[in-house]
Nanobody, 123 residues
Framework: VQLVESGGGLVQAGGSLRLSCAAS????????IGWFRQAPGKEREGVSC????????YVADSVKGRFTVSSDNAKNTVFLQMNSLKPEDTAVYYC?????????????????WGQGTQVTVSA
């Protein structure tokens, strides 16, 4: 089981990035895929989540209206579209997978994790 994030980088405030989370070794359509981020000195926080079986999505208040999660089950990939980025969005972004996370935004609910991708937003 492996998750690989990509798409991070350096962007100016107000810009956009699209992160990808590609899964191998299992099919995403039986899982919830969460996106998390961790800034230096801060705890890892849940950003968004998608139930790939029925398309239900969950979004943290801090990114609501700016970030959108989606999935392409045929490609076994989940995306996080990030628009109107702010300097406070700077963090390492991780995707994680679990069949039944009881609380979507808690990192401890997820069994499988990617290695993370850095997102840096300059003012």
């Amino acid at each position: 089981v492996q998750l690989v994030e990509s798409g991070g980088g350096l962007v100016q405030a107000g810009g956009s990035l699209r992160l990808s989370c590609a899964a191998s070794g299992f099919r995403l359509d039986d899982y919830y895929i969460g996106w998390f981020r961790q800034a230096p000195g801060k705890e890892r926080e849940g950003v968004s989540c998608i139930s790939t079986s029925d398309g239900r999505t969950y979004v943290a208040d801090s990114v609501k209206g700016r970030f959108t999660v989606s999935s392409d089950n045929a490609k076994n990939t989940v995306f996080l579209q990030m628009n109107s980025l702010k300097p406070e969005d700077t963090a390492v972004y991780y995707c994680a997978a679990d069949r039944t996370p009881a609380i979507w935004f808690l990192p401890s609910e997820y069994h499988y994790w990617g290695q993370g991708t850095q997102v840096t937003v300059s003012a």
